[in-house]
């Protein structure tokens, strides 16, 4: 794995996946591995690369799978905590440029002004049914 890519797991399990703002790997690079429900790959590709039209086809089911959530730091500084189960395992300080694939409970700090970009999977299923405070 590239060195500006770190998962951070505990017993066994993928907390989290840390792309840095320097990763630099040329071509396509999926950092997710192939099991989880949320992929996620960099394109670092020379002017006049083209990928054909395409589309993704549906999955026939999904079934039970734990929301994974994406965070992009376009502008600031901010802390991560990540949860195994309930209790808090480790912490990540997150930079401009950084990114972080998030695959356990966790909680947010902004240690300076910042501008988050966060994807998560959808359909959403309103306030109450979306989260369960720790």
């Known amino acids: 794995m590239n060195q500006n890519v770190q998962q951070i797991s505990a017993d066994g399990k993928i907390l989290a996946i840390l792309i840095r703002s320097k990763f630099n790997t040329s071509g396509l690079s999926f950092v ?10 960099l394109h670092i590709s020379k002017k006049g690369t083209n990928i054909k039209a395409h589309r993704h086809l549906p999955f026939k089911e999904l079934r039970d ?6 965070f992009y730091v376009e502008k600031g500084k ?3 905590g990540l949860y195994k189960d309930i ?13 972080l694939v998030v695959n356990c409970p966790h909680e ?3 240690l300076e002004d910042s501008k988050l970009i966060e994807l998560k999977q959808g359909p959403y299923r ?9």
């Open 108 to 110: 947010v700090k902004f």
């Open 126 to 134: 309103g306030k109450d049914a979306e989260k369960e405070y720790i």
């Open 78 to 80: 901010i802390e991560v």
């Open 32 to 41: 997710t591995p192939d099991g989880f429900p949320f992929q996620l790959g």
């Open 65 to 70: 799978l734990y929301p994974q959530e994406f």
């Open 87 to 99: 209790h808090k395992y480790s912490e990540v300080i997150l930079n401009k440029g950084d990114m």
